[in-house]
C-alpha cells in the first residue's frame, strides 16, 4: 500500500541522487553487512525453533488417550512404557509407571511434531509453484496441507515450516524488466535499454545474484534488511507523505456519540489482540482457508517505534508497558491500564483527559519533519529532563491514542454506502492530522474523534496491511460485541479498579534551541496539508449487473490512469505472507493487452466482440501479474535487492538506475481486510488511503462496501497540474461502469 512512496524515492534516489539517504550499509561490503544480518536474525530463529506444528492439546490428547489404554488394559506402546519404568531410578518423585507414561507421550509428541515439520516442508516447497500456475492450485496438494497444518492451528504454529522467498532467475527479471519498459513506447532514455540490458548481464549482474544466492541461504529472506533499512527505514521525507496510511470506520452514523466511551472499547480490544499475539493464542492466519501464512510480522505490531536517524532510522521495541499513551489537543497523558481495564473503567479516565486544561502543545510536529532534522531534536529531548520521561512513556506504549475534534461533518450525514465526498474530511485528517496531536513515529496511532467516529494511522516500515487489516477488522468486531448502553456508555465492567492510578499528564520541556525547527516542521506541515488532496468516492453498480471483482477494477484503474497519460508504470502491493519473514512485491501494471484495450475503447468503430475479447485478455494478464508477485516470482523487489548490493558494493549499474527510476504514475492497493472476514454480513470497514507516491502520481486505495458499492480512496497532489482526485475518481467511475457492462452484457455480432 503506501510503500509505494519510499520505493519512489529509493529507485530516484538511487546512489545519493535524491531524498534517499545513503544509509549505513553503503560502501560496507555485502559480506560485512551480512554478517551483521546473520547476527540479527540468530533470536528470530530460536523462536522458529519454539513453534511446534502439533501443539500442546496434541500433547494433553497423546497423554489422556495413552492413559486411558493402560487403565483398561491396553499397551498401545508395545512394552516401551514398561522398559521406560524400568530404567528410571527409584528415588524419581513421581511413582515409575506415572512418569513412565509422561516420558514416552513426551517423546510420541515430539516425534509427531518432526514428522508433521518435515512434512509440511515438502508440501510447502511447492507453494510458489502451485500458487503461480493458472486457476486454483492442485485439490490433492491443498488437502496434504490442510491435513498437516490441522484444523484450528496457533498463530505460530507453523512459523518454522514455511519456506524462503525463492530468489527468481537473473535473465528472467531483466527480460521482464525491459519489457515492462519497451511497453511504454520509445523516448526517455528507454531506447537504450535492450543494450544496457545485455551490458548488466555479461558485468555486474551475474556477480550480485551470487551474492543474494548466498544471502538466500544463510538468512531467512534474501530481501531481509535490504529492504527495512534502505528503502523504508533510509528515506527522508516526512511520514505523513511517504511511509503512514490510516484504516476508515465502519460507514455510517457511530454506536455511541460519546468520544471517551468509542475509545475505551477499542483499547479494550487492541490490548485485547496484544494479549492473544502474545500467547500465542491467536489462531493462524490461512490463505484460501488452508496455507499457512508468515506471523513474523505481528511481533512488531504493539511498542514498536520508528527512531529517528541522521542517516537511517530504526525499529525500537518496547518492553509490556502497563500503560497507554494518549493525546489531546498536543498535551501527552500517560493512561494506566494494569493488566487490563474494563472498558467502563477506562472510559471515566479518557473523560478525565478530555476534561484536563493547560500544558500546550509538544514535541508531536516534529514527527511530521524531515528525519534527519527530528533526529537533531530528539537528541536534545532526550538528554534529561521532563521531555525525556515523556519520550520513553511513548515509545514503550504499545500504541497512542488521539482525541481528536470533529473534522467536519459530513455534507449528506452519516449514510452508508456514503455519497461522493462525504468521507474527504475525515480520511485527510486522519493521513495528516492536526501534527501536534499525532505521533507519527508510532505503529499505532487511534484516532478518535469527538462524533465518536474512529480510525488508524499506521506507520509502515515495520509490517504491511494484510496485519493491520486483520487487527482493525478484530476491534471493529469488538467493540461491537462489547456494545453500548443507551445514553453511550461503555456497558462493560466497574467504573472504577482500584490499584490503577489516574491518568498522568506528562510535560513537554522544549530548549528554546529547538523552537526554530519546530516552526520548520510546521510550516513543512502545513504546506502538505494545503496541497494534498485525499477524497473518498462510491461506486454504485447498476441493479441489473453483479457487484464487479477485483481483477476488474484493477483494470478499470489502469484504464483510467491510461486515458488521462498514455502509456505509463502502475504499481500494485501483493503481499508475499505464504514465504519465511514475506513483505509485499509489486505487480506491474499498463503492460501490452490493457493498452490495447485502451486503444480499442478510444476507437468508434471497434465491435463489442473485439472489445470484450481485448477485455478478457487485460483480465488474465492482471490475474497473471498477480499470481507471480504472489508466488514470489515478482519483478521489483528483486531489481531492489540487487540495487542495495550494488550501493553496498559501490557499483553503478546503468540498468538498474533506469529501470528503478521511472515514476509511477498511479499506485494502487485493495483496503486490507481480514481472512476470513471477522464482521457479520453486510458490514464492510470504509477503506483506507495513503498519499500519492511523487508529486505528479496518485494513490488510490478501494474497499468493498454495502451492497456491492466500492469505495475509492483517491490522493494527489493539488500543486500538480497534472493530477485532481475528483476528476480522477469520476475517471475510475466511468471505467468501471464500461467495462462492468461490457463484461455483463452479451456481444455483438
Known amino acids: 500500500m503506501a510503500e509505494a512512496a519510499p520505493v519512489a524515492a529509493f529507485g530516484a534516489s538511487l546512489w545519493g541522487r535524491g531524498s534517499l539517504a545513503m544509509g549505513q550499509d553503503v560502501g560496507q561490503g555485502p559480506l560485512r553487512c551480512l554478517g551483521r544480518e546473520l547476527l540479527g536474525s540468530v533470536g528470530r530463529r530460536l523462536r522458529r525453533l519454539r513453534a511446534h506444528p502439533a501443539g500442546l492439546r496434541t500433547w494433553l490428547f497423546l497423554g489422556g488417550a495413552l492413559g486411558l489404554c493402560e487403565a483398561v488394559g491396553l499397551d498401545p506402546s508395545m512394552g516401551l512404557v514398561a522398559a521406560i519404568a524400568g530404567g528410571l531410578p527409584h528415588s524419581s518423585p513421581l511413582p515409575g509407571a506415572a512418569l513412565a ?73 531483466v527480460h521482464r524488466a525491459v519489457s515492462s519498459l519497451q511497453a511504454l513506447g520509445p523516448g526517455g532514455g528507454r531506447d537504450q535499454v535492450p543494450a544496457l540490458a545485455q551490458s548488466f548481464l555479461g558485468g555486474p549482474g551475474p556477480q ?109 521495541r518496547g518492553g509490556g508497558a502497563g500503560h497507554v499513551a494518549a493525546l489531546r489537543g498536543g498535551r501527552l497523558f500517560l493512561v494506566p491500564v494494569g493488566r487490563g481495564l474494563a472498558p467502563r473503567a477506562l472510559q471515566r479516565r479518557f473523560e478525565r483527559v478530555l476534561r484536563a486544561s493547560g500544558g500546550g502543545a509538544g514535541a508531536g510536529v516534529m514527527t511530521s519533519a524531515r528525519r534527519s532534522a527530528w533526529a537533531q531534536v530528539r537528541a536534545v529531548l532526550q ?203 509489486a505487480a506491474r501494471g499498463c503492460g501490452r493487452p490493457l493498452l490495447e484495450l485502451a486503444a480499442a475503447m478510444e476507437q468508434t468503430n471497434a465491435s463489442r466482440s473485439l472489445r470484450r475479447r481485448l477485455l478478457q485478455g487485460a483480465l488474465r494478464d492482471v490475474l497473471a501479474r498477480m499470481r507471480a508477485a504472489a508466488a514470489g516470482a515478482g519483478l521489483d523487489r528483486h531489481l531492489h535487492a540487487l540495487a542495495a548490493v550494488a550501493r553496498q558494493m559501490r557499483l553503478h549499474p546503468p540498468l538498474l538506475e533506469e529501470v528503478l527510476s521511472q515514476p509511477w504514475a498511479l499506485a494502487y492497493s485493495p483496503a486490507p481486510r481480514a481472512e476470513p472476514p471477522l464482521l457479520p454480513r453486510p458490514l464492510c470497514p470504509g477503506g483506507a488511503g495513503f498519499a500519492p507516491p511523487h508529486p505528479d502520481a496518485y494513490g488510490v486505495s478501494y474497499a468493498q462496501g454495502r451492497g456491492g458499492s466500492i469505495l475509492f480512496h483517491v490522493s494527489c497532489r493539488a500543486s500538480s497540474p497534472i493530477t485532481d482526485a475528483r476528476r480522477f475518481a469520476a475517471q475510475i467511475k466511468a471505467a468501471l461502469g464500461e467495462l462492468g457492462e461490457l463484461l455483463g452484457g452479451g456481444t455483438e455480432e
Open 101 to 173: 507414561l509422561l516420558l514416552f507421550t513426551s517423546g510420541l509428541w515430539l516425534l509427531l511434531g518432526l514428522i508433521l515439520r518435515l512434512g509440511l516442508r515438502l508440501l510447502l516447497g511447492g507453494t510458489g509453484t502451485a500458487v503461480g500456475r493458472a486457476g486454483d492450485p492442485p485439490r490433492l496438494w491443498m488437502a496434504l496441507v490442510r491435513m498437516f497444518v490441522g484444523r484450528r492451528p496457533r498463530l505460530r504454529s507453523c512459523q518454522g515450516v514455511l519456506p524462503p522467498l525463492p530468489l527468481p532467475p537473473l535473465p528472467h527479471t
Open 208 to 316: 550480485l545474484q551470487r551474492w543474494l544466492r548466498l544471502r538466500q541461504w544463510a538468512l531467512p529472506s534474501y530481501l531481509g534488511d535490504l529492504w527495512d533499512e534502505q528503502v523504508h527505514l533510509g528515506g527522508r521525507d516526512p511520514l505523513p507523505a511517504s511511509g503512514n496510511y490510516y484504516l476508515m470506520d465502519l460507514p455510517g452514523p457511530p454506536p455511541t456519540p460519546l468520544q471517551a466511551a468509542r475509545a475505551a472499547n477499542a483499547v479494550c480490544a487492541l490490548l485485547s489482540f496484544r494479549s492473544r499475539v502474545s500467547s500465542g493464542t491467536l489462531p493462524a492466519v490461512l490463505f484460501r482457508g488452508s496455507l499457512p501464512t508468515c506471523s513474523a510480522q505481528y511481533e512488531r505490531l504493539f511498542n514498536t517505534t520508528r527512531v529517528p536517524g541522521e542517516t537511517c532510522d530504526r525499529l525500537q
Open 383 to 585: 538528554s534529561g529532563g521532563p521531555s525525556s520521561a515523556a519520550l520513553r512513556a511513548l515509545e514503550e506504549a504499545p500504541f497512542v491514542v488521539a482525541l481528536d475534534p470533529p473534522p467536519g461533518p459530513p455534507p449528506n450525514g452519516h449514510r452508508d454506502p456514503p455519497s461522493d465526498g462525504d468521507l474527504d474530511a475525515e480520511a485527510k485528517e486522519l493521513l495528516l492530522g492536526p501534527c501536534y496531536n499525532r505521533w507519527f513515529d508510532k505503529s499505532l496511532t487511534l484516532i478518535v474523534f469527538s462524533t465518536g467516529r474512529m480510525g488508524l494511522n499506521v506507520e509502515h516500515s515495520w509490517g504491511d496491511p494484510p496485519v493491520v487489516g486483520h487487527l482493525w477488522e478484530y476491534t471493529l468486531a469488538t467493540d461491537l460485541e462489547l456494545g453500548y448502553e443507551a445514553n453511550g456508555d461503555c456497558r462493560e465492567g466497574p467504573e472504577e479498579e482500584p490499584g490503577v492510578p489516574p491518568p498522568q499528564h506528562l510535560q513537554w520541556n522544549i530548549p528554546d534551541e529547538c523552537l526554530p525547527a519546530l516552526g520548520v516542521a510546521l510550516d513543512t506541515w502545513q504546506a502538505l496539508e494545503a496541497d494534498l488532496q485525499v477524497h473518498v468516492a462510491t461506486f454504485v453498480p447498476p441493479p441489473e449487473l453483479p457487484p464487479p471483482p477485483d481483477g476488474l477494477v484493477q483494470v478499470a484503474l489502469q484504464l483510467a490512469v491510461v486515458r488521462e497519460r498514455g502509456a505509463c508504470l502502475t504499481y500494485e502491493a501483493v503481499p508475499t505472507w505464504l514465504f519465511l519473514e514475506g513483505r509485499a512485491e
